[in-house]
């Protein structure tokens, strides 16, 4: 039985990326929480694609003009993630 709370780093990336996007079960979220718990990189991950994710939707929600950025909004992006990873 605890085997199954026990995943390996990609299963944790994995359901982190489905999690950020409201698409991850219970059962995948308890796994993961107890991966995060353990390992410390797969917890940087998850903090780094939340960052990601919000800056982008931020970014791309004042955009008028959909999914296209210049390269004057891409700077933006890369400066803003940049500033709050670090």
């Known amino acids: 039985m605890i085997n199954k709370f026990f995943i390996n780093c990609d299963e ?3 359901i982190c990326n489905k999690n950020q996007y409201k698409e991850a079960s219970i059962w995948g979220k308890l796994k993961l929480g107890t991966h995060l718990f ?6 940087q991950y998850s903090k780094q694609n939340v960052i990601i994710t919000n800056v982008c939707n931020k970014h791309l ?3 008028n003009k959909g999914d296209v950025l210049c390269n004057k909004e891409k700077e933006e992006l890369q ?4 500033k709050r990873i670090n």
Do not use: D, M, R, V
Not at 38 to 43: A, D, L, P
Not at 79 to 82: K, N, P, R, Y
């Open 61 to 63: 929600s004042k955009s």
């Open 38 to 43: 353990i390992c410390k990189k797969c917890g």
């Open 12 to 14: 944790a990336t994995a």
């Open 79 to 82: 400066t803003e993630i940049t």
